[in-house]
């Protein structure tokens, strides 16, 4: 069984910082795709930043220059770390990953993780 697991959220103030954790596990054979999202209440699930084969990472444009995510490969772990944080950053965030298995290494699939909650202050 292939999961993810996020961790990390909480409450915080404006200008504030947190610190995201998603940990893949189970039979990976390779993870293609791993990205951040989040949605607010009434919107859309939005791209936060992605991070293509362990390449350079795209951000949105709203959260250019606050955060950084980072990948390892190694634990299959994608961070996100959040500073100068607003009260509309406030949304859950949720890790994505498109990923294959060990067996099923020529099929790409999509996974989730259960979301964490990120609420700012004002």
């Known amino acids: 069984q292939v999961q993810l697991v996020e961790s990390g959220g909480g409450l915080v103030q404006t200008g504030g910082s947190l ?5 893949a596990s189970g039979r990976i ?8 999202y989040r949605q607010a209440p009434g919107n859309q699930r939005e ?3 992605s991070n293509i084969n362990g ?5 949105a ?3 250019k220059g606050r955060f950084t995510a980072s990948r390892n490969n190694a634990k299959n772990t994608l961070y996100l770390q959040m500073t100068s944080l607003k009260p509309e ?5 949720y890790c ?4 294959r298995t060990s067996d099923s290494a020529w099929l790409a699939k999509d996974y989730w ?3 964490t909650q990120v609420t700012v202050s004002s």
Do not use: H, P
């Open 61 to 63: 444009e709203s959260v």
């Open 19 to 23: 610190r995201l954790s998603c940990a």
């Open 113 to 115: 993780g259960q979301g």
């Open 29 to 36: 054979y390779n993870i293609d795709i791993m990205a951040w």
């Open 47 to 49: 791209m936060v930043a």
């Open 55 to 59: 390449g350079d990472t795209n951000y």
């Open 96 to 99: 994505y990953a498109k990923m």
């Open 89 to 93: 950053d406030t949304a859950a965030y």
